[in-house]
């Protein structure tokens, strides 16, 4: 099921560095999220985004900024990564409006920051 | 505020073992509750859900009952099988829309044949 597609898979980059995650859906959802998955974490929300004019902060949007590019596209960017920033990033969408639709998530990059 | 807590893991059985990890959650109002499954190298996925009091949600031999009385979503499957290993992540919803539902930590399920 390739509905969310995340690139890169996979990234080793050094701090510093300016970092883009790309997220595409072809579900035609409005809503889009993205999340850090951390071990023993959970996930933690970063950033979502309601339509192509709305960016909302989660949780830890500290050091991160998004685009809404398109209905279909909603990219994270780490302006100057650092190593506590690696982690497994997901992209997920949902139809929305309401509390009972899950979410739906592509299969995640794995950001190494040395 | 809302949170949630889930039984830590990881939880290792043998196959067609009974299986229950425990959630727990506390949450305003009436929140819709899911667990989502996290198989090796991909992403989450949605397992099963409930909206309402007493609803039983299933999918794939899982269970789990929505108990308002305790606050509460148990996992439950009656034998599990080697295909089931995977990350379990309880998931409350309590705001009126699916901007902010509440992750567990997650539980690392291992069967061994």
């Known amino acids: 099921d390739a509905d969310v597609t995340q690139t890169p898979r996979n990234r080793i980059t050094k701090t510093g560095k300016r970092i883009m995650l790309e997220c595409s859906q072809t579900k035609g959802h409005d809503r889009m999220y993205w999340y850090r998955q951390d071990p023993g974490l959970g996930l933690r929300l970063i950033y979502y985004s309601f339509d192509v004019k709305d960016i909302n902060k989660g949780e830890i949007s500290d050091g991160y900024s998004v685009s809404r590019q398109a209905q279909a596209k909603f990219s994270l960017s780490l302006e100057s990564a650092i190593p506590n920033q690696t982690a497994l990033y997901f992209c997920?969408?949902?139809?929305?409006?309401?509390?009972?639709?899950?979410?739906?998530f592509g299969d995640g990059t794995r950001l190494s920051i040395l | 505020g809302n949170s949630v807590t889930q039984m830590e893991g990881p939880v290792t059985l043998s196959e067609e073992a009974f299986l229950t990890i425990n959630c727990t959650y506390t949450?305003?109002?009436?929140?819709?509750l899911f667990w989502y499954v996290q198989y090796p190298g991909e992403g989450l996925q949605l397992l099963l859900k409930?909206?309402?009091?007493?609803d039983k949600g299933s999918n794939k031999g899982f269970e789990a009952t929505y108990r308002k009385e305790t606050t509460s979503f148990h996992l439950e499957k009656g034998s599990v099988q080697v295909s089931d290993s995977a990350v379990y992540f309880c998931?409350?919803?309590?705001?009126?829309?699916?901007?902010?539902?509440?992750f567990g930590s997650g539980t690392r399920l291992s069967i061994r044949p």
């Open positions: 997920a969408t949902s139809e929305g409006p309401n509390s009972n639709q899950p979410q739906h």
């Open positions: 998931a409350p919803n309590p705001y009126s829309s699916a901007s902010k539902i509440i």
């Open positions: 949450a305003t109002g009436y929140p819709s």
């Open positions: 409930a909206t309402k009091a007493d």
